[in-house]
């Protein structure tokens, strides 16, 4: 396979395009173009071209992990799944998921920190967090450390009830429609029981 151009890219900064005889492309790096010694008019062999071919398809595979986490915080998982989706081979996409952490810029740790208090703030329950911690990849080893960051259920249950219904509960219908509210926000039975009798005997439902 001959090399029939090569120049850099002008979406990203440090890499190459080498366009081959065949009109296909390989974006490379820097490092890549040297080790090689690509040049114009050169001739790949077989071995040589595959090679290259696996290296750049590795780079670019890092290269977009790089991009994706530089918009926004992902897990490891969601990561790995989006470059899956966009073509990178399975082993590309788990080799640069595991270069951006060893570096400190994939911490699913500190993300299901992140995760939780979210949907903390917006009056979700533990039950919810969970829901998105095991949507999200999170391994179940790390929820605990992230479930305690929530406030105290009480707390949250009453803050929602307050700004729902102004803590008037004297209809019983109106404390049905609260108490489902909250088992869907992913509050316990429990902590929602608790909390509509501070604010007024339940009925027997």
Same mark, same amino acid.
Request: hydrophobic letters at 45%.
């Given at each position: 396979?001959r090399?029939?151009?090569?120049k ?5 900064k *440090?890499r190459? @395009? =080498?366009?081959?005889?065949? *009109?296909?492309? @390989? ?11 690509? $040049?114009?008019? /050169?001739?790949?062999?077989? +071995? ?6 696996? /290296? ?19 897990s490891?998982?969601?990561l ?5 989706k966009? *073509? ?9 998921? &595991? ?6 810029? $994939? ?7 992140? =995760?939780?208090? !979210? ?9 919810? =967090? ?31 009830? !307050? ?7 004297? &209809? ?9 509210a909250?088992? +869907?926000? *992913?509050?316990?039975w429990a902590e929602? +029981? ?12």
């Open positions: 396979m090399i029939e151009e090569i850099p890219s002008e979406g990203q *440090g190459f @395009l =080498v366009k081959l005889s065949d *009109g296909s492309l @390989l974006r490379v790096t820097e490092e890549e173009l040297l080790r090689f010694a690509l $040049v114009r008019e /050169m001739e790949l062999g077989d +071995r040589e071209l595959e090679e290259l071919q696996r /290296m750049a398809a590795a780079s670019n595979a890092k290269a977009a992990a790089a991009n994706m986490i530089g918009r926004r915080a992902l490891k998982s969601e790995r799944q989006r470059l899956i966009k *073509g990178a081979a399975a082993a590309d996409a788990e080799a640069a998921v &595991d270069w951006l952490e060893d570096i400190g810029a $994939v911490d699913d740790a500190g993300y299901a920190g992140i =995760v939780a208090r !979210h949907y903390a703030s917006l009056g979700y329950g533990a039950a919810r =967090v969970r829901q998105e911690l095991r949507r999200r990849g999170i391994d179940r080893s790390l929820w605990e450390e992230a479930l305690a960051q929530l406030p105290e259920p009480a707390e949250a249950v009453e803050d929602y009830l !307050h700004k729902k219904c102004r803590g008037d509960l004297s &209809d019983p219908k109106e404390r049905k429609r609260m108490a489902d909250l088992l +869907r926000r *992913g509050f316990g929602i +029981r608790a909390a509509l009798a501070r604010f007024g005997e339940m009925g027997e439902e």
